[in-house]
């Protein structure tokens, strides 16, 4: 059974860190990091190709983010520094795969999702 549980959201203010964690139980070359705010559509923060370690990340997040693997390989951390009141939404934590090792941020090309973990940065 495919499982991916987050963790980790809660409140901050701004300027604010968080770090947010996904178990995972799916093997999938890309793992990654979306989010959703009221009214507004999903959209991708981090992935990361499993295999090689590549990363992309979202532009509102570069620099701020960083996405890594637990030891363990089947943990997924999001690392979120400097927050502020635009990084608030569900957190996601999704899985694909890709046969070319490009992961991208696009959400239609993850197909497994866990159910999120709700961050809220205020100012």
């Known amino acids: 059974q495919v499982q991916l549980v987050e963790s980790g959201g809660g409140s901050v203010q701004t300027g604010g860190s968080l770090r947010l964690s996904c178990e995972y139980s799916v093997r999938r070359n890309c793992i990654g990091w979306f989010r959703q705010a009221p009214g507004k559509r999903r959209e991708g923060v981090a992935s990361i190709e499993t295999r090689d370690g590549s990363t992309y990340y979202g532009d509102s997040v570069k620099g701020r983010f960083t996405i890594s693997q637990g030891n363990a390989k089947n943990t997924l951390y999001l690392q979120m520094n400097t927050l502020n009141p635009e990084d608030t939404g569900m957190y996601f934590c999704?899985?694909?795969?890709?046969?070319?090792?490009?992961?991208?941020?696009?959400?239609?090309?993850?197909?497994?999702w866990g159910q999120g973990t709700q961050v809220t940065v205020s100012s």
């Open positions: 999704a899985a694909t795969y890709a046969g070319n090792g490009y992961c991208g941020l696009s959400p239609n090309q993850f197909v497994f």
